[in-house]
């Protein structure tokens, strides 16, 4: 049995890391991807974790498959291609380590998962189902993505999804729009950025833009991640703001990925349904959420900065009332 299953990109991201004697870029390749770093965090808090997706037969694909096997996320999902590459990301940094990517994607192996190569079964035994828009920019991948989809509603699977908009990724905004659109019908947790939010409802008002999607939607929790100004959440009529953990980022990839990892941890961990938990749970559940990014942001990478549950309570209890 699994926890938590999810579907999509797993890639390197090469980070900057220096300059070399000659001041040039030096970059560090470290495994990243959205559905494969919620993952690593709910496997390094010790719940059982499978990733289903496409690698190419390269180096790198060989590589990120190794990471995932390293912290026990099972890999038995992964399906290796011959004639398509691992995709790359190189991301940017600025001085408050917020990033840019460029991606070497045309096509990256993640875009070729087929229909047919999805390991049904490990969705069949999972508690949870999680995905992203990315594995839905592109075919085959997206007819994968609703198949995928459309069977872990019919085993009664919780799914979470998280839109992660990446603009260069996609042929246009209308299409983008549209396939993040139909991912929010299966959503049962949606985890999204203040930029997203706006995007895919066109409202700058983030209560009225929430409720919007749970009223359109009827998604039964939404979170907000607001960077450096914490998080918010709407569960149906209710809602919430939990403040940040202010401290020096160098790197941001990946903190939104640890935000929600942590939360899905934390859903698990409680045994109840979402409706079921009280407004002061799911406070404390952003609390843990917020830390675990926080504490991200303060090592290169997004995998390898993951930290232990140890890390993330001990930290919470540094930073007194909060």
């Not at 991912?183 to 049962?188: F, I, K, P």
Request: aromatic share 10%.
């Amino acid at each position: 049995m699994y926890d938590v299953v999810a579907l999509g990109e797993l890639l390197i991201d090469f980070t900057p890391a220096g300059l070399s004697s000659n001041q040039c870029f030096l970059f560090e390749q470290n495994p990243g991807g959205a559905p494969a770093n919620v993952l690593s965090v709910l496997s390094k808090f010790n719940k059982a974790t499978g990733f289903i997706g496409k690698l190419g037969n390269d180096q790198f694909g060989h590589f990120l498959k190794g990471v995932l096997d390293d912290i026990n996320v099972s890999t038995e999902g992964i399906v290796f291609d011959d004639e398509v590459r691992t995709t790359l990301a190189f991301v940017h940094l600025d001085e408050n380590g917020d990033r840019k990517f460029s991606f070497y994607r045309n096509p990256g192996a993640d875009m070729m998962l087929k229909e047919e190569e999805i390991n049904l079964e490990m969705i069949k035994n999972s508690k949870v189902f999680h995905f992203g828009s990315l594995s839905m920019t592109h075919e085959p991948a997206r007819s994968a993505t609703l198949k995928a989809l459309k069977y872990a509603k019919e085993k009664d699977l919780l799914v979470s999804y998280d839109p992660n908009y990446r603009p260069l990724l996609w042929k246009s905004i209308e299409e983008a729009k549209q396939q993040i659109k139909e991912g929010l019908r299966y959503a049962d947790i949606l985890k999204v950025s203040e930029e997203e939010l706006e995007l895919i409802t066109g409202i700058d008002d983030m209560k009225k833009a929430t409720e919007f999607l749970y009223k359109g939607y009827d998604i039964p929790f939404i979170t907000v991640t607001l960077g450096d100004k914490g998080s918010y959440f709407r569960k149906a009529d209710d809602e919430g703001y939990v403040s940040p953990y202010k401290v020096k980022a160098i790197d941001t990839t990946g903190a939104g990925d640890g935000f929600l990892g942590a939360l899905l941890y934390q859903i698990l961990e409680s045994g109840k349904v979402i409706k079921e938990l009280e407004i002061s749970e799911l406070e404390n559940m952003l609390r843990f959420s917020n830390a675990t990014g926080a504490l991200i942001t303060m090592k290169r990478g997004a995998i390898p900065a993951i930290p232990t549950l140890e890390e993330v309570y001990d930290f919470i209890k540094t930073q007194g009332n909060h």
